[in-house]
């Protein structure tokens, strides 16, 4: 009789170092392709493109793109497309800029500064957000209009919808409290950062801890206590390191000059500070842990995915595939009102162009991500690491002087590889 081994008898066959931490080998492919891209332009631009200014920069330039390809995962797991996000874009901002500069004012007779203008402004966008996308969403499901046709025409109405609002003019400056939600206007400092840090990084221990309770919990095999540290120690290194990097980047000194000259301050000689992490991560965070506990947690994420990997079966289960589209539908427009605000308070106004060709990077981000043009698979961090890939490579060809039609030219051939290669991944593990 064989020697019994320690997990009860059975030899399991020798695993690799990353296969007993059982990381996505996607997600590991993505990870690896972001620091290949990264070293490379660092490179190419001497040592500019990983600076903290650069990186801060990149990192709110890529917010309102990665919040939209998280809903674009849920729209891609369930067989459609939304071509219109781009433009729902548009005209959510024409509308929360329009409310801030004109409608508020005239209906409350408040003005620019009062409390009330931006989460007035802010309501109107989501409502809007909503309401397009919930009918858009109506017309998919319940007419049976094909999404592609749908938000195809949605690309062209709501883009034209929003030059209509506006008169064809640019609309700002908005107000002051608005504009924090757009990246450089609104950081959290470096304490508030450091704390937000450790506690991300207390968050991510807990959850690494909590899931291995459940796994012993239902009697499911778990990772070796050394694979769980490992996975903990560099969750907490990226965090803090990403912090840090913020942290370091300093607000200029005629800033900081104003800022106490406001205060009746002298600036003391010497005195610097950091940025800090932006409000606008913050809220792409939030929206992240929240689509994620959609999609995992809630009854609403197994509809999607049940929907996405079998529509007739899931129909037949009982799942209102018709109304869960328009929810589907919706939420996307929820999200693309919550990336209006991000995008116009970080240029500080409203702006015709706002938005254009979005649809086409969303999709990229959700592609280059993982998600399956197919259906029935997608992650929300996948999509959010695509987006950053796909910033990157613009940010770092305009540093190297690349000019746009040629940046256009790789960021289309990147999502077409980054296709040929989940075609190429799915008949190699038998998912295709």
């Known amino acids: 009789m064989a020697d019994a081994s320690a997990d009860g008898g059975r030899t399991a066959p020798k695993k690799t170092f990353f296969q007993t931490l059982e990381l996505d080998t996607r997600l590991l492919g993505m990870v690896g392709a972001f620091i290949v891209v990264c070293v490379m332009f660092n490179i190419l631009t001497d040592g500019r493109f990983l600076t903290p200014r650069n990186i801060f920069n990149l990192t709110i330039q890529t ?13 891609i ?11 729902l874009l548009a005209t959510c901002s024409a509308m929360m800029a329009m409310s801030q500069t004109v409608w508020l004012p005239q209906a409350l007779s408040i ?7 931006a989460p007035l402004a802010i309501i109107v966008g989501l409502i809007t957000g909503a309401v397009i996308g919930g009918f858009q969403g109506y017309l998919v499901g319940y007419l049976a209009i094909p999404s592609f046709i749908v938000t195809l025409g ?12 506006t008169s064809g003019q640019t609309i700002g400056p908005l107000d002051e409290a608005f504009q924090l939600l757009g990246g450089i206007a609104g950081t959290l400092g470096v304490t508030g950062s450091w704390i937000v840090g450790l506690i991300a990084v207390a968050f991510a221990c807990f959850a690494i801890w909590n899931a291995r309770r459940g796994r012993i919990a239902h009697d499911f095999p778990v990772k070796p206590v050394w694979a769980e540290i490992a996975i903990a120690v560099v969750a907490a290194i990226v965090i803090l390191g990403f912090v840090g990097t913020l942290n370091a980047y300093d607000v200029p000194s005629r800033v900081l000059e104003r800022q106490f000259e406001d205060a009746g301050q002298t600036l003391p000689e010497g005195y610097t500070q950091g940025y800090g992490v932006p409000y606008s991560v913050l809220l792409l965070i939030a929206i992240a842990i929240a689509m994620t506990m959609i999609a995992r947690k809630t009854r609403l994420g197994r509809y999607i995915f049940a929907t996405g990997g079998n529509p007739d079966a899931a129909e037949l289960s009982g799942i209102n595939t018709k109304l869960l589209t328009v929810k589907v539908f919706a939420l996307m ?8 605000t991000v995008a116009s308070a970080r240029l500080s106004f409203h702006s015709n162009d706002i938005g254009t060709l979005d649809e086409l990077r969303v999709i990229a981000a959700a592609v ?5 043009l197919a259906g029935g698979l997608g992650t929300i961090y996948g999509a959010i690491l695509g987006a950053l890939i796909m910033q990157s490579l613009q940010s770092g060809m305009a540093m190297v002087g690349v000019d746009a039609p040629f940046q256009n030219i790789v960021v289309g051939a990147v999502l077409v590889l980054a296709v040929l290669v989940d075609i190429i991944y799915r008949k190699k593990t038998g998912d295709a």
């Not at 620019?112 to 203008?117: A, N, Q």
């Not at 949605?154 to 609002?165: I, S």
């Not at 280059?368 to 399956?372: D, F, K, Y």
């Open 333 to 340: 427009g929820v999200l693309c009102a919550l990336a209006a």
């Open 63 to 75: 917010v309102s793109v990665a919040i939209m390809a998280t809903g674009m995962v849920f729209v």
């Open 368 to 372: 280059i991500g993982g998600t399956a």
């Open 77 to 87: 797991v369930t067989r459609h497309i939304d071509l219109s996000v781009g433009s």
């Open 111 to 117: 003005d620019l500064g009062s409390p009330l203008i």
């Open 154 to 165: 949605g690309l062209l109405v709501w883009r034209n919808v929003a030059w209509y609002l």
